[in-house]
């Protein structure tokens, strides 16, 4: 019965996977043909889907039909359309034809490549073409795998940095002893993604311990080195231990860059991991234009950026170089009966599973070489370009308008700005008026940007950064926000 | 000249996507049709692909069949076939068509679902689907969201056991001071997978602290409660704080199962998390005669199984329901500026990414909810029980042949076996003859098993539960198992 009828869907099976396969890849792209058609912010009320579907699985097969149906007359209403080239907020996260064949083909393999031995391909392509985005990057060479050093492929920037924080408590705790965990000191700026704070939870470090240095205006929101030497200094004199140093290059409220190359000096005069978040801005770093900001870097321990925003590579796949391996497989190697064979046990591989929080791991390394080859560097310089451009023009356009002010130099493609405090100056109303525009913007469904706050203020945050967008989707967006601005304006 | 010419990939590209796509299903496709053509496991040596691929990245696009060619002549043979019908090592990591649909879906919408809002509908059918699994689990109400419990989708067993350790750890700690992490004490059985000890080292519970009971033959390599209450007592006399549990519904060595509700008393009279591991058994439990062997999972805090080993549902797809939801959100929860929306600062929404490690997260649902939908609950049933009975023929193989014996009862789809000591009963010996067959087999290109130790013994695994694995796959391995046990045996 099970397998009798032609309609029934085996488990798997080539010509059902080739007839549906074609059916869905023509559903995507209708999907993305129509994708502006759709509100960019999911208009839904919380609970929606609740009530549209049962109560539990069904005991029997549906069609592929039915479900195509329902994801779009259910689904689809309650999503986001990160997509969409009218796509404004957070940092973009980029899906690009190359992305979306390499993710078909990584779930078509359906390999778990934990060990080396579970699909040797899946560990060399990735160890070669973190190699070849180090040296897009100009990373210096002890990030490279042909040494000690190397990258890998994490999840996000999130577990990033949580490897790498865990890698260096356990260095520095094997030399002071476990039981001064509460002891150890974590820097950032303020500025810092709240991933950092998420990491500090989770290894352990004291709420206390965690230095939150101020930045501000003074510097565009960077990290001033001096704060931070005045900060170790305290510490050491209070039988602190100083080991982790988190920089930024582009931070999430509005792409500052810290000063690499001061702070590394003094992470290294103080036995620091420095490690680096580009999460979002590494991606503009292959640009020989861009390098500048990540100059400094040859001071750090580890460093991240994210293919998965602005680097067309589907997520996920945030990218990871350490300089010391071995701090990252003393700290997260297991080594269970089941898993050993010839090739881990005499040292001859890498096994991935020792570099990550998870064991199984998919092959995510495949959309990244498909994104490198399909489009090649130059194409990828050439995409950053563009975009940065637009964020240019934007730039201008808010700068130009009374109503508005850019609150921080745009560097990459993001324009931080907000409409200007009205005759009083009420900062207050001021920000209460910032937010009602993000609303109106937002709820009009043509577009979605996102807001932060810096020095207190509420600032509106348009990154620019989808594959789709061009200059009309821009120039559109800021004929709507000038819009709903005109009707929150004091007569 | 970027978009100018008609070969050049876009970076997306609706009708460029749709073409490219189609000939990714039929690559495919085709892969499926002649995946038993290829050696189970990869027969390459280490660093075969460095020779094989150039330095860097090219600078300019090449094109799709060039890519495509590569796969076939470059990755593929450093491929191990997980979908393999004769891939029977570790434990089964399901591809389906159901399943490569929603991947196909997920990349193609491209969301990142960390919070509600940036994207409704993958909170909510989450949501729901893991409701839907909670009840064909029959798992106690307290799991379900519409009170203080509810499911999440996590990458991996490992960061499922991570987020719940986490959790409880705080808690206690709450209550204890965090200076007292150096007296939490975790229990297992020494059959609990590696993922524990990684959790342990992430979580920063000192090594000594790790209580790893013995489990041996006599009680199936499953714990036993009185082991774990001496432990326990013992670590409370010396004033030690138990704090967490980690039990096992099918082990990863042997698929053993631990009595959940006599270890669940004990977790519950000293204020300990009880967490399960069922990554791989938990989906054999939705058949009714199989409910039984996580009888007493109402005692737990905390329960996991992967949809993406045994359950039609592409990795990754890992399931854990907690009863309280504020344990983990009051750990791994970060409310940073950037991210504040209404519906979050109400209260009104779940935001996933307070129950896991990463902040960005895919949209994982739509596999499930395809695979529960377009197979149904009572096929779902059968596909494990067919599996079970392949494997009840296999054991009954093993036990017929007397240069073979089976080393632990069969439960569910794994076989343990291995070839008897020889005349003179060395056990060293017998291990190393055990080693040289798995080699055998698996340097034979036409199988792929895997490998344990229990009790000193090494043991060889059979796990059947690839979706393409048919009795006459079965039949043949044990076949050419036999057959190259022969050359091994004395004369």
């Known amino acids: 019965m099970e ?11 080539s010509e059902q996977l080739r007839e549906y396969g074609h059916r869905m890849v023509d559903f995507i792209a209708d999907y993305y043909k129509t994708i502006e058609s759709f509100p960019v912010l999911s208009q839904v009320q919380p609970g929606y889907l609740h009530n549209l579907l049962p109560d539990s699985a069904p005991d029997h097969p549906e069609t592929v039909e039915q479900v195509l149906d329902d994801v779009k007359t259910k689904i689809l209403p ?13 940092y973009p996260s980029n899906s690009s034809v190359a992305g979306f064949l390499g993710e078909m083909l990584s779930a078509g393999l359906g390999i778990v490549g934990f060990s080396w031995v579970t699909s040797p391909a899946a560990t060399e392509l990735e160890m070669i073409v973190l190699d070849w985005l180090a040296k897009l990057l100009n990373l210096p060479e002890q990030f490279l795998s042909k040494g000690n050093g190397g990258g890998v492929i994490q999840g996000s920037a999130s577990e990033a ?4 924080m865990i890698a260096a408590r356990d260095k520095v705790l094997r030399s002071v002893g476990k039981n001064s965990l509460g002891k150890l000191v974590v820097y950032s700026s303020e500025q810092t993604h709240s991933a950092l704070q998420k990491a500090c939870q989770i290894a352990g470090i004291h709420p206390e311990n965690c230095r939150v240095l101020k930045a501000d205006s003074s510097t565009n929101y960077a990290m001033r080195p001096e704060l931070l030497q005045e900060a170790v200094s305290r510490d050491l004199e209070a039988g602190l231990i100083p080991f982790f140093l988190c920089g930024n290059v582009g931070t999430t409220s509005s792409t500052a860059v810290d000063p690499l190359g001061a702070l590394g000096k003094i992470a290294k005069s103080n036995d620091m991991w420095f490690h680096v978040d580009a999460a979002y801005a590494g991606s503009a770093c292959i640009c020989p234009e861009y390098r500048q900001y990540i100059d400094g870097v040859e001071t750090t321990d580890s460093f991240n950026m994210n293919a998965h925003k602005w680097f067309l590579t ?23 009966e089941f898993l050993k064979n010839k090739a881990s046990q005499a040292d001859l591989v890498v096994d991935y599973k020792d570099w990550q929080i998870p064991l199984g791991r998919r092959f995510r390394s495949l959309k990244l070489w498909m994104v490198l080859r399909l489009y090649g560097a130059e194409t990828l310089k050439n995409y950053i370009r563009n975009h940065i451009k637009l964020a240019k023009d934007l730039e201008q356009l808010v700068s130009q308008d009374p109503n508005f002010e850019v609150i921080t130099p745009r560097i990459f493609a993001l324009v931080c700005f907000r409409m200007v405090p009205t005759d009083d100056n ?13 609303e ?8 979605f940007i996102s807001h932060t706050a810096l020095s207190g203020k509420i600032v509106l945050r348009c990154a620019i950064g989808a594959p789709l967008t061009e200059e009309k989707h821009v120039k559109e967006t800021w004929k709507v926000i000038q819009e709903k601005a005109s009707y929150l304006l004091p007569k």
């Open 161 to 164: 940095v949580l490897v790498v």
């Open 314 to 336: 589907n997520f996920d796949c945030s990218l990871l170089w350490v300089k010391d391996q071995y701090a990252l497989t003393e700290a997260l190697s297991t080594n269970p």
């Open 78 to 90: 309650g999503v986001t359309h990160w997509q969409s080239p009218n796509f404004f907020a957070y």
């Open 426 to 438: 009420d900062e207050k109303k001021c920000n209460r008026r910032n937010l009602e525009l993000l």
């Open 3 to 13: 397998n009798g009828s032609r309609n029934v869907l085996k488990p798997m099976d």
């Open 440 to 447: 109106a913007v937002n709820s009009s469904g043509k577009l």
